[in-house]
């Protein structure tokens, strides 16, 4: 080997090293002159020992220089051809973070809930403030102080889910009424917004969860003429000023007389329709004046004080003021429904 045939292999590989676009092309030049068994580098070295003894020194420096050089550059266009490589895959995955967004859906209030607001406004108006009670209730407060005790079939009438310990699942907002006389002394208007539960299959106007509006008023002095002349006005308000409101005759065991409240049909004029079940009426709840037993059973004189009572349901409020069809879709959560309130 001479000083020429060193440079040129080393000049050669430089060159090549310079071309390389891939690992596997650095991989395999690597190989060619840096292998092990058959590197050109190594060729080049062990051809030293065959040089006059004065020249090996020089020959020798000058390869190892060279080797060094080369290692270098081939680290160098390593790194050139990996970031290369990391930009391509970047270009493939880029995000276009210009790209409009999809917008936000806002919240709306429930149509239930915003019925519940609306008869709370209107009850404030006479002086009516809001109390409530637990949904688990115990058998005293949802029946037995409600003059309905054990065997009573009125009852049946108001199945409902009972936990093990016997407590159950309140049927009405009534025994928020035995609450409220139990911890508060007349005279006393509050109203009693609430969830309650029954024993009931589900179809197009029962679900075995639903909502109820109670009143009560306990003052001295409180008459049936104050019941029908409250119900009435709060259905007009709701309603409009000439709609009929009938009281027909009925019974609940803590409630002496009883009364159910018909308003007529907003939507057919009290000619019959389907919301209405062709009857022209529609029904929004029972009423009544406090029975003696249930203001005996919390310590009051029924000679002294008398009350009125009414409970109504929120979500025919809601059916009726939104006209909706089917209670099932205040319980789905279907986004095309609540969407429209
Ligand atoms: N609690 C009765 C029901 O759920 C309604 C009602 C309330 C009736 C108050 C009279 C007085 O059916």
């Not at 000049?11 to 690992?23: I, N, Q, S, Y």
């Not at 092309?25 to 004065?54: C, D, H, M, S």
């Not at 973070?97 to 209107?122: C, F, N, W, Y």
């Not at 009693?192 to 306990?218: A, N, S």
Request: glycine share 10%.
């Amino acid at each position: 080997m001479n000083q020429a045939t060193m440079e040129q292999v080393l000049k050669d590989a430089e060159v090549a090293l310079g071309h390389l676009e891939t690992e596997g092309a650095l991989e395999a030049w690597y190989v060619k002159y840096f292998g092990r068994e058959n590197g050109e580098i190594g060729k080049l070295l062990k051809t030293i020992p065959e040089l006059p003894p004065q020249e090996r020194g020089t020959v020798g420096k000058a390869i190892n220089q060279g080797k060094q050089a080369l290692e270098a550059a081939y680290e160098e266009r390593r790194g050139r051809v990996a970031s290369a490589a990391m930009q391509e895959q970047l270009r493939g995955e880029r995000i276009d973070v210009t790209l409009p967004a999809r917008g936000q859906l806002g919240g709306s209030i429930h149509p239930i809930m915003a019925a519940k607001q609306e008869l709370i406004d209107l009850f404030a108006y006479y002086g009516f403030t809001v109390a409530d009670g637990p949904e688990i209730e115990d058998d005293w407060h949802n029946f037995t102080a409600l003059n309905t005790p054990t065997d009573h079939p009125a009852r049946d009438a108001q199945d409902t889910f009972y936990l093990p310990d016997g407590r159950l699942l309140r049927t009405h907002m009534s025994s928020v009424q035995i609450r409220a006389m139990e911890s508060g002394k007349p005279p006393l208007r509050l109203i009693m917004p609430g969830r309650v539960y029954r024993r009931d299959d589900v179809t197009k106007r029962h679900y075995p969860i639903f909502h109820q509006l109670e009143g009560l008023m306990v003052e001295e002095g409180t008459t049936f003429a104050h019941l029908k002349g409250l119900l009435t006005a709060l259905c007009h308000e709701l309603f409009g000023k000439n709609r009929r409101v009938r009281f027909r005759p009925s019974f609940f065991p803590f409630t002496e007389p009883s009364t159910e409240v018909d308003v007529e049909c907003p939507f057919c004029g009290a000619n019959g329709c389907g919301t209405c079940s062709y009857s022209g009426w529609i029904e929004l709840g029972g009423a009544g004046m406090v029975h003696p037993n249930v203001l005996e059973a919390v310590s009051l004189d029924p000679e002294k004080v008398t009350g009125l009572a009414f409970g109504m349901g929120i979500d025919r409020v809601a059916m009726i003021r939104y006209g909706i069809n089917d209670i099932r879709h205040l319980w789905e959560n279907d986004d095309r429904f609540l969407q429209q309130f």
